[in-house]
């Protein structure tokens, strides 16, 4: 007997790396959007570490972007893992485990040892047993066989974008649609305010002359993990002058 396989088709796709803070924030929000407009989203990869390899990260970030960049393509490796034996609804429940467990907890004493953590197979272990899978799929981290499915992905996006982006970049209605990277948010609107924004974001996008709306001033992510308050709200940092190094 021939089994039918049927293609599924999604609204949106969302590419992510789990080390970043602004994509995990940009993902919550298309969540917020997608649960009010009844949107699938199928939560795909882009990795920081590919995506820089090119460069020198002594010169263009600050210390400790290379291991943290290296860090999300091996946590990755474990989504990519679980979407090739549990299905692409496995990285919809993985994702929030493991960025949610890094971004969402109160500021840590030690960040670097916050960091670390994710490294380890007892962390890892915890995150998947959250999202209802087998902690065999920690033994992932360690495997490099999943670095091309990775690059690859990457690489298919970032020619929907061109390369002078990050992460996430967000298609709407694949694979024909637009694809752009953001928006960088730096806190959560609420539900009514997402759909809003969703709308406007969407309507530049699929102008066809469209193409960049920018400022590098950036408010501090709302993020428990920086120990922000309501007294940081409003406050903004310049990333390239705070949160990188330009290059000499």
């Known amino acids: 007997m021939s089994h039918i396989v049927v293609a599924v088709t999604y609204d949106i796709n969302f590419h992510f790396d789990p080390i970043c803070p602004f994509a995990w924030l940009t993902s919550k929000w298309v969540r917020q959007v997608a649960s009010q407009r009844d949107y699938s989203v199928d939560w795909r990869f882009i990795s920081l570490r590919v995506l820089n390899k090119s460069v020198d990260y002594d010169t263009h970030f600050p210390s400790g972007y290379e291991e943290g960049h290296s860090r999300g393509l091996h946590l990755l490796r474990v989504c990519a893992k679980a979407r090739a034996d549990h299905g692409p609804e496995a990285v919809a429940r993985l994702y929030p485990a493991i960025s949610g467990s890094m971004f969402d907890v109160d500021k ?141």
């Open 108 to 248: 840590p004493d030690d960040p670097s040892a916050h960091q670390r953590k994710f490294s380890t197979p007892e962390h890892l272990s915890a995150c998947l047993e959250a999202a209802d899978l087998p902690v065999s799929l920690a033994e992932a981290f360690g495997d490099p066989s999943w670095d091309d499915e990775i690059a690859q992905e990457t690489e298919d996006v970032l020619a929907l974008t061109g390369r002078d982006v990050g992460t996430p970049i967000i298609q709407f209605q694949p694979p024909e649609g637009v694809a752009f990277f953001g928006p960088v948010i730096s806190r959560l609107p609420s539900d009514e305010q997402a759909v809003e924004l969703w709308d406007h974001v969407i309507g530049l996008a699929n102008f066809g002359g469209f193409a960049e709306l920018k400022r590098s001033l950036r408010e501090v992510p709302q993020l428990r993990v920086l120990g922000v308050t309501e007294a940081d709200v409003g406050k903004q940092q310049d990333w390239h002058g705070g949160s990188r190094k330009l290059k000499k």
